[in-house]
C-alpha cells in the first residue's frame, strides 16, 4: 500500500526558506510530484520529478523552488526560496496510481494519483 507523509510546513516572512519532505512507503520509483491548493483555489501542480535528471516546475515557482529526491532515505523533497505571500498554501505530495505510469507537464504530474494529507505553508508579508 502506497502512504505519503509530508513535513515541514510553517510560518515564514516573505523572502524566506522552508524545506517540505514527504516520506514515501510502497512506491520506489523516481517519478513523483509536489501539489499545492490555497484558499478558495484549485490544487495545483508545483513541481514533479520524471527520473533522477529530469525535473520541471511550475512558472511561478521556476527559479525559486527545487524539487529532489533522496532514494535511500525514500524521501521527496521541495526546497523554497524566496518565498512570497502567493506561495501560502496547504502543500501535497502525490504519485503515480497507475503503475509503469508517468506524464509530468510544465511542473504538473498528471493522472490518477496518490495522496498525503498535506503540509501547512503560511508566508506573511
Known amino acids: 500500500q502506497v502512504q505519503l507523509v509530508e513535513s515541514g510546513g510553517g510560518s515564514v516572512q516573505a523572502g524566506g526558506s522552508l524545506t517540505l519532505s514527504c516520506v514515501v512507503s510502497?512506491?520506489?520509483?523516481?517519478?513523483m510530484g509536489w501539489f499545492r491548493q490555497a484558499p478558495g483555489k484549485e490544487r495545483e501542480g508545483v513541481a514533479a520529478?520524471?527520473?533522477?535528471?529530469?525535473?520541471s516546475y511550475a512558472d511561478s515557482v521556476k527559479g525559486r523552488f527545487t524539487i529532489s529526491r533522496d532514494n535511500a532515505k525514500n524521501t521527496l523533497y521541495l526546497q523554497m526560496n524566496s518565498l512570497k505571500p502567493e506561495d501560502t498554501a496547504l502543500y501535497y505530495c502525490?504519485?503515480?496510481?497507475?503503475?509503469?505510469?508517468?506524464?509530468?507537464?510544465?511542473?504538473?504530474?498528471?493522472?490518477?494519483?496518490?495522496w498525503g494529507q498535506g503540509t501547512q505553508v503560511t508566508v506573511s508579508s
Open positions: 520529478i520524471e527520473s533522477r535528471d529530469i525535473s
Open positions: 502525490a504519485v503515480p496510481a497507475v503503475e509503469n505510469w508517468c506524464a509530468v507537464v510544465r511542473g504538473i504530474l498528471l493522472g490518477e494519483k496518490y
Open positions: 510502497g512506491y520506489s520509483r523516481d517519478c
